[in-house]
């Protein structure tokens, strides 16, 4: 890699900052990072001699525009359907002759220089592709995977032309340093190394030129595709229009440079936090609509596998934290990366999770973040009555929909699944299985799920290239579980009563099946579940749990107690030999699963990290004086007192009816033992 050294001058430049990907010719990349928390200032404040506002996608102004231009869009319908039909035409005939196409490396070549010329709306198509290593044969994916930061790059001068109309100055009075070539070339801008006044090392990325124009027109001839399709095919319940007009804003705004800087310091806030993620830096000194400069750092894409495992770094590892860290993207702040491509996950030198390019970011609201927890533990459970519910939230299915026969086409979806672990479960089956189902019901998908299912789709595409046997949802339910026990909100605690209760009798196994999940998770609070454990059981929204469980907790006492009475009255009779003492009958099958399971959930705190003999008792003295724990303690003494005064009466009771029977016959002459 040649980097020129440019004039130095003492002229500073108003602006802002960014981060990137690049790529070396070894394949190590690079990218920006924060050493400290990211800049307060605003981008509108720095912007030089104008007021920033963002450029919004509107597709009625997009159509207005190509209404105008008829022989413009039909001279780009034939300029992509040409080449592709010449492609599909190649493929059909090598096959006819007997070629292996999936191993043909000419074609797949082909392939990804096709996508490359039609532009960025098909790079983005083949980037989808590269994550799929259960889809796409590895001669394909090997090519498509240049797609992410290999492209062929355009002219310097039109890079550097950009650089001086958007910071106000040449590059030479910005940069003191700056690649005589591109570091990588990707498909909205390329990336070049530099170094600025101040001395840092930082990553260069400039816009391609004229891409507005090329993403509209396709997104243009695609939407009126799609509307077509819509109109003309019923079975089509989908609203793909509006997947396309969501998927264009989020594009416009990819384009917009000072919008990704915003997403990436909003990621940091969110995300940064997490152990062993990374978040980018953004210097807003240098960064305008088309340009961003961000600090430089090296690092490992994260399928090159075994570079990462030469530098000492698990590669499975870093994608378990990707997990989780998508995980709370998706189910907690809704705040999640629409493209975490390879490209834009990097391995750092000193093991850490780098994310790159926040351009393409999307947001949940909180009715589909809890709506798509009820549904992981409804398929996890079985629950598919539960999930028909749970689809009808997330607007799926109308609230009038008749679930009756789309309830059993659930059980049947997840037929070769019951019985198995969630471990065995992947979302790329599931999905496919549920495709069909949309296919034949009245299953309409919105416009937000697209961007979450291509997430999801392709973080899980990288696990399946670094680990075959790599699951996301199994990875993913330590996480839920520990939402289960400690998020207060209601449709929560709503969907842990009906996870935990089945026809009103309480499920302890799916209680350990939490804690023993949870105590997984890395952010898992001990303390945290067993405070708010005791406010929503002491609360009236947690009535309904508390009643039940504390019949449960006195019938565990209750067995005990009689285990307890029943091996001392044994000892009585057989080794002491008072045999004038009846033995006292032991608790009975059901009373003696409640203990057991009882003790199994004590084992398992005992083994949750953060359980502490050592700080037990004062725990415990703060606890005895929470009020809803005295209303909880005093509600299970009152039970317990009113089982034992039931069962006193019963003995006596019991006790008048043998005397009755012993009075007439001790008359008769015969002798009635005592009980």
Known sequence: MMVKTLPQTSQTIEGELHKTEVVSDNGTQALVVYKSSPSSTSPSQLIKNAEYEAIKYNPLDVAAHYQKRPLQVLQRIATVLQPTLAFAFGVWWDSKRGKVVKNDRRRSVQLRELLTRLGPAYIKIGQALSTRPDLVPPVYLEELTKLQDQLPPFPNEIAYQFIEEELGAPPEEIYTELSVEPIAAASLGQVYKGKLKTGEEVAVKVQRPDLREKITIDLYILRRIAGWVQQNFKRV???????????????????????????????????????????????????????????????????????????????????????????????????????????????????????????????IQPPQRYGLIEAIVHVVNRDFEGLAQDYVKLDFLTPDTDLTPIIPAFARVFADAQGASVAELNIKSITDELSALMYEYPFRVPPYYALIIRSLVTLEGIAIFIDPNFKVLSEAYPYVSKRLLTDPAPQLRTSLRDLLFKEGKFRWNRLENLLRNARNNEDYDLNLVLNQGLDFLSSERGAFIRDRLVDEFVNGVNALSKNVLHNFTYLLRERVGLTAVNETPAATVEQQQTLEHIKQILQILQETRGFDTMQLAPQLAQLLVNPGVQRLGQQIGTRLLQKSLAHLIRELLAAEDIDQIRKPREREGVIVPTT
Not at 279 to 296: A, G, N, Q
């Open 237 to 363: 319940r989908s609203d793909l229009v509006g997947i396309l007009d969501e998927l264009g804003d989020r594009i416009f705004e990819e384009m917009d440079y000072i919008h990704e800087g915003e997403n990436a310091e909003r990621f940091f806030q969110l995300y940064g936090h997490i152990k062993d993620i990374y978040v980018p830096k953004i210097y807003w000194e240098y960064t305008h609509r088309r340009v961003l400069t961000m600090e430089w750092i090296n690092g490992t894409k994260l399928t090159q596998t075994a570079e990462i495992t030469a530098q000492g770094i698990d590669a499975r590892y870093l994608i378990e934290v990707g997990v989780q860290c998508s995980l709370r993207q998706l189910l907690e702040h809704g705040f999640f990366h629409a493209d975490p491509h390879p490209g834009n996950l990097l391995a750092t030198p000193d093991g850490k999770l780098a994310y790159l390019d926040f351009g393409m970011m999307s947001e």
